[in-house]
């Protein structure tokens, strides 16, 4: 069994770019969520797909967004990026029917500069 | 609205107990987790409880959960230096985890 990965592991870019980070989910989970943590804090979820749908959005802008796709990776996509968008961003993937838990990958650190 | 408080900071010696603490809002909340996390890792699920039960066991942690209060404890019994980390609890919404800002567990020798 395999569990969650997260590519890249770090990256760095500039204000106004764009960026895309990608997920693995773990063998078998149909459902994937995103969290951004800034330094310091709790992460706090941007949203979550289900079977290739966006499933529940958190408070983030419409220049966060998301795809899902048939083999269950994933994929983040940021737009116009802004320096308060640096942080660590985790994919966690889950088997909806299994609600004991979510599996975390160990995050990808964005640094906007 | 959601929102899940920690303490921010605990420190204990190797051997003792260690308590983290957490108060959360949301009644609806089915499952409440403890998830670990180390310097530059992501999280660990470290144990859950569903909100039907008080207290949940699981080797050397301990969960109390009380419902008419809404807090949530961790106990770690026979605390080690390797648990030094940040200890976050987070409660489940419909699709979300709502987690707290985190407790750093520091255990000196």
């Known amino acids: 069994e395999t569990g969650v990965t997260q590519s890249p592991t770090h990256l760095i870019k500039t204000r106004g770019q764009q960026v895309t980070l990608r997920c693995s989910s773990q063998s078998g989970h149909n459902t994937v969520s995103w969290y951004q943590q800034a330094l310091g804090q709790g992460p706090q979820f941007i949203f979550q797909y289900y079977r290739e749908e966006e499933n529940g959005r958190g408070n983030f802008p419409p220049r966060f967004s998301g795809l899902q796709f048939p083999n269950y990776s994933s994929e983040l996509n940021v737009n116009a990026l802004e320096l308060d968008d640096s942080a660590l961003y985790l994919c966690?993937?889950?088997?909806?029917?299994?609600?004991?838990?979510?599996?975390f990958g160990s995050g990808t650190r964005l640094t906007v500069v | 609205g959601e929102d899940v408080e920690q303490s921010l900071f605990l420190s204990v010696r190797e051997g003792d107990s260690s308590v983290i603490n957490c108060t959360y809002t949301?009644?609806?909340?089915?499952?409440l987790y403890w998830y670990k996390q180390e310097p530059g890792a992501g999280l660990q699920l470290l144990t859950y409880?569903?909100?039907?039960?008080d207290m949940k066991q699981d080797q050397r942690l301990t969960v109390l959960l009380n419902k008419k209060d809404k807090h949530l404890s961790l106990r770690i019994a026979d605390t080690q230096t390797g648990d030094s980390a940040i200890y976050f609890c987070?409660?489940?919404?419909?699709?979300?985890?709502?987690f707290g800002k985190g407790t750093m567990l520091l255990v000196s020798p």
């Open positions: 987070a409660e489940r919404g419909y699709s979300t985890l709502t």
């Open positions: 966690a993937s889950s088997l909806e029917a299994l609600n004991y838990g979510y599996t």
């Open positions: 409880i569903f909100s039907n039960m």
């Open positions: 949301d009644s609806s909340s089915t499952y």
